[in-house]
């Protein structure tokens, strides 16, 4: 089992809708949780991190936690064909206090 | 001010050759990280930096990867008589001292033939 899962996809949806992107961790004690956005030949770009459990939100953007299940997903409200990319979900454990391991990635395209 | 660059951008080396990654972290980033990134697959952590003291280097796959940041600012990543399964794209990322969010450099993609 890895550590971070994500579904590989494609996730296809059509523009305008919300798409949501999941991802499981392994170890029960993860403290922070990030979630990158890497279009396709370009490197990793930060969209958000989130610590507590909840909803955290910014701008079209919602990342929830659930740390008893272990799950934190994203969703991109009003989605733009411009999000088509892959969302990397990211997961710093409690025993480092640095290091982040990643999902294999979500490819998500949208539709115009 | 100027993000994380690297370079070179492109490098095809034969087996066997060595070659030299450099990163150049966003000034005052006190930490620096090496990871790996395979086609279709996340980021692997390779190693970590704090200045330049290397605190983590258990993600290295071999002792043919080697790394340094001997003045705690740009940083090499050496690889040693590369072998197909080097074939990646290498990225370097910065964050500064207690922060956790970590920037990205835009990799260096390397074909071993």
């Known amino acids: 089992q890895k550590e971070v899962e994500q579904n590989s996809g494609p996730l296809s949806v059509p523009e305008g809708a919300i798409a949501s992107l999941n991802c499981t961790y392994s170890?029960?004690?993860?403290?922070?949780f990030f979630w990158y956005r890497q279009y396709s030949g370009k490197s990793p770009e930060l969209i958000m991190f989130?610590?507590?459990?909840g909803d955290k939100e910014d701008g079209r953007f919602t990342a929830q936690l659930n740390k008893a299940s272990q799950y934190v997903s994203l969703l991109i409200r009003d989605s733009q064909p411009s999000d088509s990319a892959t969302y990397l979900c990211?997961?710093?454990?409690?025993?480092?206090?640095?290091?982040?391991?990643f999902g294999s990635g979500t490819r998500l395209l949208v539709r115009p | 001010g100027a993000g994380v660059s690297q370079s070179p951008r492109y490098k095809v080396a034969k087996r066997g050759q060595d070659v030299a990654l450099r990163c150049d972290p966003i000034?005052?980033?006190?930490?620096l990280f090496w990871y790996q990134q395979a086609l279709g697959q996340g980021p692997e952590f390779l190693t970590y930096?704090?200045?330049?003291?290397?605190?983590?280097k258990s993600g290295l796959p071999s002792d043919r990867f080697f790394a340094e940041r001997p003045e705690g600012s740009v940083s090499t990543l050496k690889i040693q008589r590369t072998q197909q399964e080097d074939s990646a794209v290498y990225l370097c990322?910065?964050?500064?001292?207690?922060?956790?969010?970590?920037?990205f450099g835009p990799g260096t993609r390397l074909l071993v033939l």
């Open positions: 990322a910065s964050s500064l001292a207690g922060v956790e969010t970590q920037y």
């Open positions: 170890d029960r004690g993860s403290q922070s």
């Open positions: 989130i610590y507590s459990n």
């Open positions: 990211a997961v710093k454990k409690e025993d480092s206090s640095y290091k982040l391991i």
């Open positions: 000034s005052g980033h006190v930490s």
């Open positions: 930096f704090q200045n330049e003291a290397q605190l983590d």
